[in-house]
């Protein structure tokens, strides 16, 4: 047998089975139980060293100095 042919057979059997076994091993991994707080931490790391307070009203609402008119 051809080392393309073994390998293409390989690849298509057990290589796939692999693969798939370990896509499901990442997904449960992902969503064990405990594993929030790692989340959590992690989707706020870009507010870590923010100087910023949360409650700044500087944006853009802020700057105009007219309120729109109601349309009848």
Do not use: C, Q
Not at 15 to 23: D, K, N, P, R
Not at 32 to 59: L, Q, W, Y
């Amino acid at each position: 047998m051809e080392t393309y042919t073994w390998l293409r057979a390989f690849a298509d059997s057990w290589h796939l089975l692999f693969m798939f076994v370990f896509f499901i091993g990442v997904f449960v991994y992902i969503l064990r139980p405990g594993s929030s707080k790692v989340h959590d931490e992690t989707a706020n790391m870009i507010f870590r060293n923010d100087d910023k307070p949360s409650g700044d009203d500087n944006g853009p609402r802020a700057t105009s100095h007219t309120e729109p008119k109601e349309v009848r």
